[in-house]
């Protein structure tokens, strides 16, 4: 089967602008991540889902972030009113209860003018 | 939290040469340490993974030691090729007891490897 993907895959947005950010994990992953990679840096992470249910959403940097897998499979990560220091890389990764390895999509470059 | 410190920042071997990175993690209750590999434009990619009941683990020209007393782990590459070329991370994990899952990966910052011919 497919991995997990991403869309869009480059997103430009002019500051106070709201995006909606896709993830389609790999079919059957119960967990599901967000996490923000900032240029030269490692990913930090952002949220997690165990199926519809967000169990940790400690990373999100502020109340403009809200993220959601209202039917336990696609999640969408909003950003509302967009500032620059948003603009990063957010990538999705996705994984079985039963194994812990974390697959990662391609991401997402947000950029914010 | 866990902090994940990884070194060095840059790596540059010859072709053929050795290349290894070193991470250091400061939660002893992480019992899961992957590493991945990310090259430009795409996201990272699991290229090699140990738990905390197993000391070392080796596929083909990458290896991983771990060694929980010291808290660190490394990556091991042999005979490095061009196409090892790329950014890795090394990343530590805990089981959320909570929720009876893994949980958040805590990234180290990343090493770039480059392999010269």
């Known amino acids: 089967g497919a991995g997990v993907s991403q869309s869009p895959r480059y997103k430009v947005a002019k500051r106070g602008q709201d995006v909606a950010l896709r993830c389609d994990p790999i079919s059957g992953h119960v967990s599901l991540f967000w996490y923000q990679q900032a240029l030269g840096q490692g990913p930090e992470f952002l949220t997690y889902f165990q199926n519809e249910a967000q169990l940790d959403k400690s990373g999100l940097p502020s109340d403009r972030f809200f993220a959601e897998r209202p039917e336990g499979s696609v999640s969408t990560l909003k950003i509302q009113r967009t500032q620059q220091e948003d603009s990063a890389v957010y990538l999705c990764a996705s994984s079985s209860l039963v194994f812990y390895e974390q697959f990662f999509g391609p991401g997402t470059r947000l950029t914010v003018l | 939290g866990e902090n994940v410190e990884q070194h060095p920042s840059t790596l540059s071997v010859q072709e053929g040469d050795s290349a290894v990175i070193k991470c250091t993690y400061s939660?002893?209750?992480?019992?899961?340490f992957p590493w991945y590999k990310q090259e430009l434009g795409k996201g990272p990619q699991l290229i090699i993974d140990i738990r905390s009941n197993v000391g070392e683990k080796k596929d083909q020209r990458i290896a991983v030691t771990l060694n929980k007393t010291a808290k660190h782990f490394s990556l091991h590459i042999t005979e490095t090729q061009p196409e090892d070329s790329a950014v890795y991370f090394c990343?530590?994990?805990?089981?959320?007891?909570?929720?009876?899952?893994?949980?958040?990966?805590?990234f180290g910052a990343g090493t770039q490897v480059v392999v010269t011919p």
């Open positions: 939660d002893s209750a992480s019992n899961y």
């Open positions: 990343a530590a994990s805990a089981l959320d007891m909570t929720t009876d899952s893994w949980g958040k990966l805590q």
